[in-house]
């Protein structure tokens, strides 16, 4: 995986551009709502989600597998911003809690053991009353059976990665022990989307 996603953003120097995701800046309201002043972001990438967190005065810390991404996020944030290289399915790689945890579309990447780990191990980082947010893939979403199929709502994808897609009945079953406190499909980006997810908020 770690080669994987070097030669991704070694071919790529922003291959998703600079501007955050809708959904991030969805996001951002809502930790700003309940007064959130720091997040730890796993799949961290260059950054582009992390800034809208970042600009608006927030303590960020991240967690990104590639050493290219790592060293282009020092553009936007200089020294100012903590990254732990290294894959999610490591974590914890320090005892820091958190206010909040934005997991963007990572979670389908990883096998049902790797995802129960994440989901477990970012509860465990987060302070009491704290938020953690997971965006993941719907079954809804136009990618869902293409590829060969390696469990169920699993797909290898014609591009290398192997995707797990949620549907509601998953979301429980992964989700439902660490206090759902609102769920939705939602589209990516708002306007002309082209991916479907679920946003999944928890709090502790």
Not at 62 to 77: D, L, Q
Not at 141 to 147: A, H, L, P, S
């Amino acid at each position: 995986m770690i080669e994987f996603w070097e030669s991704v953003y070694r071919n790529n120097d922003k291959m998703w551009g600079e501007d955050p995701t809708d959904n991030a800046r969805q996001v951002l309201e809502l930790f700003v709502r309940n007064n959130i002043k720091n997040v730890l972001i796993p799949g961290f990438g260059y950054g582009r989600n992390a800034k809208v967190f970042y600009d608006k005065g927030f303590s960020v810390a991240g967690i990104e597998i590639s050493k290219t991404a790592i060293e282009r996020a020092g553009r936007y944030f200089g020294n100012d911003v903590t990254i732990h290289w290294g894959s999610v399915i490591n974590m914890p790689f320090d005892k820091a809690r958190f206010e909040s945890i934005y997991c963007y579309s990572l979670i389908h990447l990883l096998d049902k053991g790797e995802r129960q780990k994440l989901i477990e191990d970012c509860y465990s980082q987060l302070i009491p009353d704290g938020l953690m947010v997971f965006v993941a893939l719907s079954t809804n979403d136009k990618r869902f059976g293409v590829g060969d199929e390696v469990g169920k709502n699993r797909f290898y994808s014609p591009n290398g990665l192997t995707l797990y897609f949620y549907d509601a009945e998953s979301v429980e079953e992964e989700f439902g022990k660490y206090n759902i406190c609102d769920l939705k499909e939602i589209n990516e980006p708002e306007e002309n989307p082209d991916e479907r997810h679920w946003m999944i908020v928890c709090k502790k």
